[in-house]
């Protein structure tokens, strides 16, 4: 059971380690967080289970005399702009997000709607002392419909397409399943939708959008002549694209498409996290911006963002953040503002994203145990840092002349990332063997001291 708590958020296997006493169990923690007081937003994305879960997550959180309003099956965008708009004191969402289908979990969030990781640990604490308040709480059910008419109207009011432009929309079955495409089509967008059905088991390409699943998106941009594909994952915080050649851009080719939008009518920071590539550091400092580093996870880059006052937040998992529209991240309304760039350009957008530099980028997963992870980390801060100017919020991130390394210990894993990006090949490979090699010495070395 510890292993479901994670940094920001609790996922599991369905019925081995999410079960429907393991998710009331949780809603009774998160009540009792919130001192038994409160209104919280609660919703579920497609999954497994999907219902019956929310159903025993509010009985949870009743239980503790906090309220609880129900707005049904939702995409996490919407669940975070309903809680904003109403004002409640905190949402929860039944969701694994981009994880495989037998997987659930919960999220939760802020009155803003941006994540709550610090709810997670006492959340965990509440979970195994079963210290909890007790209270009768009421429930109010609204219709799915009517959060998803305010999030489009709202989005609507933001965002303007003045040209006509193509696109195709890979839901991927997920919970923007029959969302998107009405939003779309309300901006003025000529749309094709494919696994545009909410499903459970995501038959289409699954929950997850990486490049290889995005093979039948490419192919229908190319048939239909589209100017651009989007998809989302399972529950609709995470954007990826396509452009018009059917070719999946990097989230950091779309990241540095979108800074030079925003930088070009209004300057500030940028918060980008540790595994972003160079090119969208370049791209910051050449168009005007200042870069911030935070740590991976939505919700750290939701509070870095906010903490900095900065104009556009990314990482390198395809997560967004335009503040200037909402203070979280959300795929859908980052994929309509991609789209409103494009409809403005004079070139497609394989001709966009070729004039963007694509350097080398590896990553390798070091074995190391749980219980010794985190001491080799710290080891290598303080030996790397007497040589180096490291950049240590997450893990050792080292900046050189042509390219970058990040050593970073797994949450979740008993492996230590290491990543590295240069500007040729060789530079890569060199850098890659380098700190391999340092990385496998002080696993050796805390070995044989522990």
Known sequence: MENIFRAYDIRGIIDKEITEETIEKIGKAFGTFLNGKGTVVVARDTRRKGEIFKEKLTEGITSTGVNVIDIGMQCTPVLNFYCSLIKSTAGAQITASHNPPEYSGVRFRKSDGTGFPEAVPNVRELFFSEKFIKGNGKVQKVDEKIPQEEYINFVLSKIKIEKPISVVL???NGATSNFAKKLFEKAGCEVIAINDEPSSEFPG??????????FDLGQEVRINNADIGIAFDGDGDRVAIVDDEGEVLSADEIGCIIVKEILSSKKGKIVINVECSKAVEDTINENGGEVIYTRVGDAFLAGAIKENNAIFGMEASNHFTIPGIFPFDDGVLVGLFFTKIMSEKDIPLSELRKKIPRYPKESIKIECEDDLKFKVIQNLKEKLKAEHKIIDIDGIRINFANGWILIRASNTTPFIRLTVEAKTEK????????????????????????
């Open 170 to 172: 890979d839901p991927g």
């Open 205 to 214: 390409r699954g929950p997850n959008p990486k490049p290889k699943m995005l």
């Open 427 to 450: 530079e890569t490979k060199l850098l890659l063997d380098k700190f391999k090699a340092i990385v496998e010495d002080e696993i050796e070395k805390v070995k044989k001291n522990d």
